[in-house]
Nanobody, 115 residues
């Protein structure tokens, strides 16, 4: 069992930046899928960014060029660098680690982009 704790969310003005972190209670080295998802009020959860071993990086079109996902296996942490934030990026952000068939979710961290 792996527990994930996200941090780094908060309130930011449009055009600002945030870096989300997802710290795992155990090693993430063996997991071949890590990702960040988000869910805005009244909307379904959607993939924001993901890393799949052997396949590479994937970004939602809406964040491509603004967000960067990375993983640090030594620190058992997954990051999401978010730049040029827009009000439509407002959502609860969740991290995921595991495999294509299943894995673990964090509890979520709120990101609010507003002036």
């Amino acid at each position: 069992q792996v527990q994930l704790v996200e941090s780094g969310g908060g309130l930011v003005q449009p055009g600002g930046s945030l870096r989300l972190s997802c710290a795992a209670s155990g090693s993430i080295f063996s997991f071949n899928v890590v990702g960040w998802y988000r869910q805005a009020p009244g909307k379904e959860r959607e993939l924001v960014a993901g890393i799949t071993s052997g396949t590479g990086l994937k970004y939602a079109d809406s964040v491509n060029g603004r967000f960067t996902i990375s993983r640090d296996n030594a620190k058992s942490t997954v990051y999401l660098q978010m730049n040029s934030l827009k009000p439509e990026d407002t959502a609860v952000y969740y991290c995921y680690v595991g495999y294509v068939g299943g894995g673990y979710w964090g509890q979520g961290t709120q990101v609010t982009v507003s002036s």
